[in-house]
């Protein structure tokens, strides 16, 4: 008998997932991209106030929410969507917009999210390779786009490598990809990128005609990881009420949107993370290079690396011998590199205490 699920649901392998939760255990966090403080005070009270309210269920259309995000960033509150993580938002585009037979173009190395969006519609995903320095290539980009491109995923910073875009190169891709296609821009690390220097892409997107979609978290910056709260600003009432057709009711719970809410009120704790950020993240680059590493320019709270060898083994043998977790990318090109967050100075501590050892061991298993 005939499996009724889609195709790619049987003829894919199981995707590895890796634990979230150590329980007591000590664990070096550098593999997830989080932040290594908690969220701030006015956070905890807020989600502590709301929990009274437990009873009833939450705001459907996350009014206080998205009033405080419109406010935020000085965009109309009924083109905001909220969802649980924008990992969901950006399942949803897919359904949007994506069929049987489509394409949809992403960098590569590219966030899991991106093929399991195509996938997930029975679309092709065409990846473009990043160029040496990690960063988005526009002309490539351009240049994959065909009539059946129906969706194209950017993302500045990015993630895995860490790469800013500049203004002028995305300008170019706002106009350059056609109106037949639903340009998504993931700004998950958007305040890092901002605090380091990067600009503002919404006006370029404004003058685009085609549609066009901004995905933004509270899970990064605001330290809000385990709440799940990712928000899409639409560039038009059509895309904002597509998403409505889709999603599910009442996906955003009352302590999420309190709490991020709260999130938004204070700001100099949100700086002090990013100040935190850049400071350990420059230590290790500084570090990483002295051992003769190469280190992509970053401007999130992570860093991509070439090691004189594969990655896999370094990170196996940190994760064995230390509880240090990192992550190799898993892309054709990337197969010497790993991808580290930035965590707190204790994390950054160990993880150069160790790496020299095992880079030596593995460097020279490979030699043999």
């Not at 997932?17 to 290594?36: I, S, Y």
């Not at 680059?285 to 970053?298: W, Y």
């Not at 230390?322 to 160990?350: H, K, L, M």
Request: glycine share 8%.
């Amino acid at each position: 008998m005939a499996s009724p699920l889609k195709p790619f649901l049987t003829s894919r392998p199981p995707a590895k997932l890796l634990p979230t939760d150590f329980g007591d255990r000590h664990v070096h966090r550098m593999h997830f991209n989080e932040c290594p403080f908690p969220p701030s005070p006015a956070v905890l009270q807020a989600i502590g106030e709301a929990a009274g309210r437990l009873n009833h269920y939450p705001d459907s259309v996350w009014t206080d929410l998205t009033k405080a995000i419109a406010d935020q960033w000085g965009w109309p509150q009924d083109r905001i969507v909220c969802t649980n993580g924008s990992d969901d938002l950006l399942l949803m585009v897919g359904q949007l917009v994506l069929s049987e037979g489509d394409e949809a173009i992403a960098p590569g190395p590219c966030f899991p999210g991106y093929p399991r969006s195509a996938a997930a519609q029975g679309a092709t995903l065409v990846q473009v390779p990043v160029r040496h320095d990690g960063g988005i290539d526009v002309d490539a980009t351009l240049a994959a786009v065909t009539p059946k491109t129906k969706l194209v995923f950017l993302t500045t910073p990015m993630n895995p490598t860490g790469t800013l875009m500049r203004g002028e190169e995305f300008e170019r891709l706002a106009r350059g990809i056609p109106d037949h296609a639903l340009l998504v821009l993931d700004e998950a690390y958007y305040e890092f990128g901002r605090h380091a220097g990067g600009v503002d892409h919404l006006p370029a997107l404004q003058a685009r005609t085609g549609p066009w979609v901004v995905l933004r978290t509270f899970s990064k910056a605001y330290a809000l990881a385990g709440l799940r709260l990712g928000y899409a600003l639409c560039g038009s009432e059509e895309v904002r009420n597509a998403f409505d057709q889709i999603r599910v009711g009442f996906n955003v719970g009352r302590l999420a949107q309190a709490g991020a809410k709260a999130a938004l009120t204070d700001p100099a704790h949100t700086a002090m993370i990013l100040d935190n950020n850049e400071r350990e993240r420059e230590r290790m680059r500084a570090a990483l290079s002295a051992l003769g590493c190469r280190v992509l320019e970053s401007a999130t709270n992570f860093i991509a690396v070439e090691l004189p060898g594969p990655g896999q083994p370094v990170v196996s043998a940190l994760r064995e011998e230390a509880d240090i977790w990192i992550q190799a990318i898993p892309y054709p090109g990337f197969e010497n590199f790993i991808r580290i967050s930035v965590c707190g100075p204790e994390d950054t501590d160990a993880l150069l205490a160790a790496l020299p050892d095992v880079l030596r061991r593995t460097h020279n298993a490979g030699e043999n």
